[in-house]
C-alpha cells in the first residue's frame, strides 16, 4: 500500500493525468531527502513510469523506499557525472559523482482507485 496520496486529474479517483515523467532531482547532498521529495511528488501525479537520476550511493535506500510505495525500480544505467562548480558552497573545482537513472513503475489503478 502506498502512504502517497494519489490525485486524479478533476479531484476524484486516481486515474492517470501524465504517462511518462522525466526528473533529474536534486541529489539530496546538500537538503537531506529533497530527492525523495521529488518522487514523492512525481508518484502523486500517477504516471505509467518515473525516470529520474540519483547518485548511485542511495540506491539502496531509493529501491527500499520504491518497495514500500509498491512501486518496481529498475535501475536503468550506471552513469558518471561531472559537476562543475556552480554555487559558493562548493569547494572543488568540478565533482565526478556515480549516478542511477533508475525507472519507477507505477501498476494500474484498481476500480477502487478510480470510485
Do not use: C
Not at 502512504?3 to 479531484?11: K, L, N, Q, T
Amino acid at each position: 500500500a502506498s502512504s502517497i496520496p494519489m490525485r486524479g486529474r478533476r479531484g476524484g479517483g486516481a486515474r492517470r493525468s501524465v504517462d511518462r515523467v522525466v526528473i533529474n532531482p536534486p541529489f539530496g547532498t546538500r537538503n537531506k531527502g529533497i530527492d525523495v521529495l521529488f518522487l514523492e511528488q512525481a508518484i502523486a501525479l500517477r504516471p505509467r513510469a518515473i525516470y529520474s537520476l540519483h547518485k548511485t550511493s542511495t540506491r539502496k535506500h531509493l529501491l527500499k523506499r520504491a518497495q514500500g510505495w509498491g512501486v518496481e525500480a529498475t535501475v536503468l544505467a550506471e552513469l558518471r557525472f561531472d559537476i562543475p562548480a556552480m554555487y559558493k558552497f562548493h569547494k572543488k573545482k568540478s565533482m565526478d559523482i556515480e549516478v542511477d537513472l533508475i525507472r519507477f513503475e507505477l501498476p494500474e489503478p484498481s476500480a477502487e482507485d478510480l470510485a
